[in-house]
């Protein structure tokens, strides 16, 4: 796993926290659950291919 996956998602994470954050502070409470749940979405879909290489592994190491 490379440290720079998870310097992204810990980028992301925090840009996602300010902004809901502001959202929420000014009132538009509907923005920032949509934020969030963007922001949820971006890192699930940075994840993907590093699940996709994991079942790769785990399928040549048991041979199925």
């Keep these: 796993m490379d ?13 996602v926290s300010v902004s809901s954050s502001i959202l929420n502070k000014s009132g538009r409470d509907e923005q920032a659950m949509l934020v969030t749940l963007a922001g949820i979405i971006v890192v699930m879909l940075m994840l993907v291919g590093e699940i ?5 592994t785990v399928q040549s190491v048991f041979g199925f």
């Design 3 to 15: 440290v720079g996956l998870i310097l992204k998602i810990a980028g992301v994470g925090i840009l």
């Design 52 to 56: 996709g290489a994991l079942f790769e």
